[in-house]
């Protein structure tokens, strides 16, 4: 399988890295290995260690990478755990933290309500029974945790309805498929709001999918371990796609602003221009920032 996905704010997130010569960088999310590549290709004798949990993910990217083995070093790894790279500081690290199109796209995998597949959910190609699925939170989790994270992780206004149906949903049989979970949420929505702009089950699954992950409690762990080998001078750029983890980001970098460690290369975060958006309509919902540590 090739890689499929876009990059989202490329250009700006590599101009944000200021990037150099013999330098060494980190892509924290590797995906589809748009960013990685661009860095490698602006660059001479740069090197790029790039992380991704998806084993797959490098396999994907070959195209993107061609002709830049010697400068690639790729870790199986969340990053999370990107104090586990074995170097001391880096010149330049970058995290696109959407959801790769690869991932999206692949089959049974469950990340798509589009398709009927297995409720799985987990970023790891190859889940062990110790990892967490959204099949065990559908079928296990009390009704109120269910609508807990699938409001606060998925903002979803109607959660205390769709946690009401999965639970009674489940005494009959085992919610298997993603389209059974679809089925269930869109008989405890109003039928005006399964006509809106989004799908009615697109909050849910974000939620389930964060949950699965442990996303944002990962992304505060992977800021602050990113931040602590940074290099003096050194950029980051971070680029989110929905309002919790953009918080998350902001405040990790206000706070560190406070504590006069770091300048805000761009005040306000930069969004795609309308024909990126236009060509991608994943990228509507971008949102980058970019800081130098001091």
Known sequence: MITVHKSVLLKESIEGLNLMDNALYIDATFGGGGHTKAILESTKNTKVIALDQDKGALDRAQNNIKNFEDRLIFKN???????????KEVDGILFDLGISSDQLDVVDRGFSFLRDEKLLMTMKENPTEEDLTAHEIVNTWEESSLADIIYGYGEEKYARRIARNIVEARKLKPIETTFDLVSIIKSAVPISYQKGKIHPATRTFQALRIATNDELQALSEGLDKAFGL?????????????????????????????????????????????EEVKNNKRARSAKLRVIQKL
């Open 77 to 87: 790894l969340n990053f999370r755990n990107i104090d586990k790279v074995s170097v």
């Open 230 to 274: 940074l290099k003096s001078g050194g950029r980051m750029s971070v680029i989110t796609f929905h309002s919790l983890e953009d918080r998350i980001v902001k405040n990790f970098f206000r706070d560190k602003l406070k504590e006069n460690k770091l300048t805000l290369v761009n005040k306000k975060p930069i969004i795609p221009n309308d």
